[in-house]
């Protein structure tokens, strides 16, 4: 039979390893077993380093390994441990960008998180930002009413907010070091309170008479101070005593 006429199908073939080279006879690939498992490598031409790995791992699974043109590794595409897919950029050995099933993480270069922006399992999404101790600085989430931005201490504990709520539509609080809130900002409205939590004072607008109005108030709350305008618009001061029942009073009219 001649060989023109042979053919080319050549069945089912069984090997260790296959290697391919290219017209230089430059390795630059190899499909072979490693504990086990299958292995494919391919190298660029004029070099052993190996560009491009793929791998079957038992734990893991499949896994696809990207490095660079000095050997070093760059991507890494596979499962993590909870088996859910996993994308790592790396970059001077240390992972810089993880994108899980349900989250994203920015690294630092000593490898700690530095952002992190993921999806809670209510469906909300939430950012965090952290200091290079590896504690949450910023937190930026979402909430059923609305969105809410938190700055923290080295201690992680609250020191600013800003957020939507159903009673006030956009809130300011600040905080103290103990983590109660000394000051609240609403629309038409800032807000004082002790480390109680107890109001002190309070500057807006009056609701009756559409003028600015100024309240003190004592430690138990009451208040004992105002000064703002009635309804014919003329300006009023009151004071009030420990009880918050009215003492003295005066208006600018003349």
Do not use: C
Request: charged share 20%; net charge negative.
């Amino acid at each position: 039979v001649s060989a023109k006429s042979q053919s080319k199908n050549l069945g089912d073939i069984i090997v260790n390893s296959v290697t391919v080279e290219n017209e230089n006879g430059s390795i630059v690939g190899r499909l072979k077993s490693m504990n086990n498992n299958g292995v494919l490598y391919l190298n660029k031409s004029g070099t052993k380093k190996v560009s491009l790995a793929l791998f079957a791992d038992e734990k893991l699974g499949g896994t696809l390994v990207t490095r660079n043109s000095n050997g070093e590794m760059v991507t890494f595409l596979g499962a993590d441990s909870t088996g859910s897919g996993h994308l790592q950029i790396v970059k001077n050995n240390r992972p810089s960008t993880t994108i899980g099933d349900d989250y994203i993480r920015l690294s630092s270069a000593l490898g700690s998180a530095s952002v992190v922006l993921r999806s809670d399992p209510d469906g909300s999404g939430a950012m965090q930002i952290y200091n290079g101790d590896e504690k949450t600085a910023v937190l930026i989430q979402s909430q059923e009413e609305g969105g809410q931005i938190l700055t923290l201490n080295p201690k992680e504990q609250t020191s600013a907010m800003i957020a939507t709520t159903e009673q006030y539509g956009g809130v300011v609080s600040l905080y103290n070091s103990d983590e109660v809130v000394m000051s609240i900002l609403v629309p038409g409205s800032h807000k004082t309170t002790n480390e109680n939590g107890i109001l002190t004072s309070s500057l807006g607008t009056n609701e009756g008479s559409a003028g600015g109005v100024l309240e003190t108030f004592n430690e138990h709350g009451e208040r004992i101070g105002y000064f703002g305008n009635g309804k014919s618009q003329d300006g009023i001061v009151g004071l009030f005593d420990r009880y918050g029942e009215a003492g003295w009073s005066a208006s600018g009219k003349k």
